[in-house]
């Protein structure tokens, strides 16, 4: 089929959302490579956004798969699973909680976190969450609550109740927000969509010592930088806190759909049977992937390299930008999650689409960025590719 018949099928047919797609069609992928219909390969620095981090092709993740999928696809949480446990088993020691849940995606993991704090303070008259502003936390009408972000709010109103917004990095803003009501405080560690801002430490150190004067529960969503992409297996780690919850997604499963959420001591045990579920969360053939990815995590040196990996790109980046500072305002990012913040002169989303054209796929996200969320298999070789086709690109603006 070609670009044009897919553009008149999905226009008659899907559900408007997502507007002008990209102007190539992936048909396969090695590695961090991806390759169209006509064979043109392009260097993936976006990775399905934060998701394959075992790249294309992985050989050990199609195995598993294709095995649980002979065997079992799905059976439903009225049984016991054998995968569901093993890879349960491995997300609790790797992330030091307690307990995991798993679903189906983001938003649903921290649709499952915001219950489970509603849960916990069940009956205690503490409902209320500070979020932050400029956050992203999905698109369910919970998580479309908790996002700081008046753009996705406005056509939705009235939104769920008792959220309130706090200005990042600013303890003073957080702790006046709270009252007898609070129940937690949501947080990503490095905000994402929102234009990739990592967390000073200082602030996330603060937002624990509140929790734990006022009674508060600390909830992570670490769907975007979590399972080892900046460098630990949760970027809270980088900050030497442990929330009380943290929500998983993204790249857990590395590629097949999957979200979980994590929670420690009397927190884990709010949920009783029956409070919460999910017919396909944690099922045979999501949590094989996810027990294979984590057992790779486990067992390599890859969480580490991210680190080293991250710190080569940046300074790919830094480079670029020393080269134009008419266009680049400023480098941001942690590990392999990243970004060229653009001054407002130049769209993120035209530089974007010029590097797709020079064979380099890239994101973006809020603040004008160009982001950058690679497979955890991109190269030293492959961010030279990227410096030199942003240097092309820019010299054309
Ligand atoms: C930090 C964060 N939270 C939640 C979500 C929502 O995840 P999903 O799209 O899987 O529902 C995203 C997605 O980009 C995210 O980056």
Redesign the pocket.
């Known amino acids: 089929m070609s670009i044009e018949e897919l553009k008149k099928l999905d226009k008659q047919y899907y559900t408007g959302v997502f507007g002008e797609r990209m102007p190539f069609v992936p048909v396969r992928g090695e590695k961090a490579h991806l390759f169209d219909a006509n064979g043109r390969e392009y260097v993936d620095f976006l990775g399905g956004?934060a998701v394959n981090c075992l790249g294309y092709s992985d050989e050990g993740l199609i195995s598993a798969i294709s095995a649980q999928a002979r065997s079992l696809i799905h059976i439903s949480n009225l049984f016991y699973i054998p995968s569901q446990a093993a890879a349960a088993e491995k997300l609790c020691k790797l992330s030091g909680y307690d307990k995991v849940f798993f679903c189906n995606?983001?938003?649903e993991a921290?649709e499952g976190a915001i219950k489970l704090a509603r849960r916990y303070f069940s009956g205690k008259g503490k409902y209320e969450f500070i979020a932050m502003k400029n956050s992203?936390?999905?698109?369910t009408f919970a998580t479309l609550s908790a996002t700081g972000q008046e753009r996705f709010h406005k056509p939705f109103y009235p939104l769920m109740p008792s959220f309130v917004f706090a200005e990042m990095n600013s303890l003073p803003s957080v702790e006046a927000l709270i009252s007898d009501k609070t129940c937690g405080i949501i947080i990503?560690p490095i905000i994402?969509?929102g234009g990739v801002m990592p967390a000073e430490p200082s602030f996330i150190q603060g937002l624990r010592k509140l929790c734990d004067k006022n009674g508060l529960l600390l909830i992570a969503?670490e769907?975007?930088t979590g399972n080892g992409r900046t460098g630990k297996f949760l970027a809270m780690e980088n900050f030497g806190v442990s929330a009380d919850i943290t929500t998983l997604?993204?790249g857990i499963g590395g590629g097949v759909p999957v979200?979980a959420f994590l929670a420690k001591g009397s927190v884990s045990d709010a949920f009783t049977p029956g409070d919460h579920g999910s017919t396909f969360g944690g099922n045979p053939l999501a949590t094989a992937a996810v027990d294979y990815v984590l057992s790779v995590l486990m067992s390599t040196d890859m969480m580490e390299n991210n680190s080293k990996l991250g710190d080569a790109l940046r300074n790919a980046l830094f480079d670029v930008m020393a080269a134009y500072p008419e266009h680049c305002a400023a480098v941001r990012g942690m590990g392999l999650m990243d970004a060229l913040v653009l001054h407002d002169g130049l769209s993120a989303k035209s530089v974007m689409l010029a590097l797709a054209e020079k064979g380099v796929i890239t994101g973006t996200a809020g603040g004008n960025c160009l982001r950058f969320v690679p497979p955890y298999v991109i190269t030293y070789e492959d961010i030279e590719t990227l410096k030199a086709a942003l240097l092309a690109v820019l010299k054309e603006f």
């Open positions: 956004i995606s983001g938003a921290n992203f936390h999905g698109r990503e994402g969509e969503d769907i975007q997604a993204k979200g």
